[in-house]
């Protein structure tokens, strides 16, 4: 499985971008994929998640209201739409993939594929 990741930019607050991460190999159907963010000096985050069901998605209270998670299944690719931002969402972002889909995780640990990750800077 690879995870290929792009989208990010440098943007001004309150601007908007969105990230793309496509998955290509053998997924199956039934898997989870989500959005974590790495700032500098800091832990990896968990930042939504979203499984096959489209209405069940998953997001860090920093994000909510402001981030929204998508995914077409036609095209194995999820999208995280990113509005309002702030000069803290600032970070690297990547995409990952959990083959289980049993639940939306937030613990990177339970992710076994990862993009490249793609760097978001909002400036103030």
């Known amino acids: 499985v690879q995870l290929q990741a792009s989208g990010g930019g440098l943007v001004q607050a309150g601007g908007s971008l969105r990230l793309s991460c496509a998955a290509s190999g053998r997924t199956g159907s039934s898997y989870v994929m989500g959005w974590f963010r790495q700032a500098p000096g800091k832990e990896r985050e968990f930042v939504a998640g979203?499984?096959?069901?489209?209405?069940?998605?998953k997001y860090a209270d920093s994000v909510k209201g402001r981030f929204t998670i998508a995914r077409d299944n036609a095209k194995n690719t999820v999208y995280l739409q990113m509005n309002s931002l702030k000069p803290e969402d600032t970070a690297v972002y990547y995409c990952?993939?959990?083959?289980?889909?049993?639940?939306?995780?937030?613990?990177?640990?339970?992710?076994?594929?990862w993009g490249q990750g793609t760097l978001v800077t909002v400036s103030s």
């Open positions: 990952a993939l959990d083959l289980s889909g049993r639940y939306i995780s937030r613990g990177r640990y339970d992710y076994e594929y």
């Open positions: 979203i499984a096959q069901h489209f209405r069940d998605t």
